[in-house]
């Protein structure tokens, strides 16, 4: 099966070769050091800078992205919510559900986040902007300096949910001034499900995190960056995960985010310019590099989900309910070519000339 989803994305032959290994005790030196290698590895390609501390949770993404709620934020505090789709939607309903008082900046399918959005929340109180920097149900990449912007001149903390835009777009903590970065391993780093990581700046690991008294066990952040700080783990982590990670981290070290940022783009723009010919069409609000979303005209996208499938054994992303015949998403996290491109955009227009 040939996989463009966004994830488990893909694998690298390189993961395959360590999912193989057996895998070893943890509560050992030798485990430390992988792990504070690893650390220093995501904070250097986050550009996190070298104070900030880092949280590995054996969990997936959306529970990194409650606990970054529980850790950082009271009932005290009022978040702004970019709700643009599934994902945003969801921090909404977690602040709701922890009984934070929020409200939300709600987008329409096709909607393009600017910042005429922004402005008539300035000024008004906010101590927080919760946003989804790839609102990976509809594709649409936000723009996180002028975030960034609107945080720094609202005194705001600004958490960004990079789960599938790191190693696709641009990113950077200290450029774009960013607080929290809440990644997952079965996105961007293309390895199993399984482990998600949180960056904390300095400032929010001393100004909340270690200030509010913990609400929570199994996700107190002050435990897992005290242990972090000798390289272990509270409780037992995903190992082979770790392993997997801290592998494919070395792996990008050696190619260079540049490099690897741009070989990204030459495989989706190549397979953008391809798929115009096609009866499909592009939105026109700002892409991810992660994901290439494609609007159906004829509402069939469901019925080429399943043709592709089943007779091609290709495998898109089809999009939640309200969008499930109108768009379909191709994936481009994880180990994909240029060469692919062709036959796959071939193979489209001929299930498109069937369904
Ligand atoms: C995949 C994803 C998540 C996390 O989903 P999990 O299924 O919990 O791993 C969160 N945010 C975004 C933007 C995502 O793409």
């Given at each position: 099966m040939n996989l463009f989803v966004m994830g488990p994305v893909q694998m690298f032959d390189h993961t395959m070769e360590i999912k193989k290994k057996p895998l070893p005790y943890f509560r050992t030196a030798e485990w430390s050091t992988l792990m504070l290698e690893t650390e220093v590895l995501i904070k250097k390609m986050l550009v996190a800078g070298k104070d900030a501390k880092t949280v590995f949770l054996t969990a997936s993404g959306t529970a990194a992205m409650e606990a970054t709620i529980m850790n950082c934020f009271t009932q005290k505090d009022k978040l702004l919510v970019i709700d643009g789709g599934v994902f945003g939607h969801r921090f909404a309903e977690m602040a709701e559900r922890h009984q934070i008082p929020f409200d939300t900046i709600d987008l329409a399918f096709g909607e393009s986040l600017t910042a005429e959005h922004m402005a008539p929340f300035?000024?008004?109180?906010?101590?927080a902007l919760l946003a989804?920097?790839?609102?990976?149900?509809?594709g649409q990449l936000y723009d996180a300096r002028m975030l960034s912007e609107f945080c720094k001149n609202n005194d705001m903390y600004f958490i960004a949910d990079a789960i599938s835009t790191f190693l696709a777009d641009e990113y950077s903590m200290e450029g774009f001034g960013i607080d929290v970065t809440i990644l997952s391993?079965?996105?961007?780093?293309?390895?199993?499900p399984g482990m998600s990581i949180v960056v904390l700046s300095d400032r929010i690991y001393n100004e909340r995190v270690l200030k509010i008294p913990p609400k929570t066990f199994y996700f107190d952040f002050e435990d897992y960056v005290v242990n972090q700080l000798r390289g272990q783990p509270p409780y037992t982590s995903a190992v082979g995960i770790c392993m997997e990670i801290h592998d494919m981290l070395k792996s990008l070290e050696k190619e260079g985010m540049e490099n690897r940022l741009r070989s990204v783009r030459a495989i989706v723009d190549d397979f953008r310019n391809r798929i115009q010919a096609t009866e499909l069409i592009l939105p026109d609000y700002p892409l991810s590099y992660a994901m290439t979303p494609m609007i159906f005209p004829r509402n069939n996208a469901s019925a080429a989900f399943n043709m592709l499938k089943n007779e091609y054994d290709i495998m898109l992303t089809p999009c939640p309910a309200d969008l499930k015949d109108k768009v379909l998403r191709v994936g481009h996290l994880g180990y994909h070519t240029i060469e692919e491109n062709g036959p796959l955009v071939q193979t489209i227009a001929e299930v498109l000339s069937k369904v």
């Open positions: 300035s000024g008004k109180g906010y101590t989804n920097i790839h609102e990976t149900s509809t391993s079965q996105k961007g780093l293309a390895v199993s």
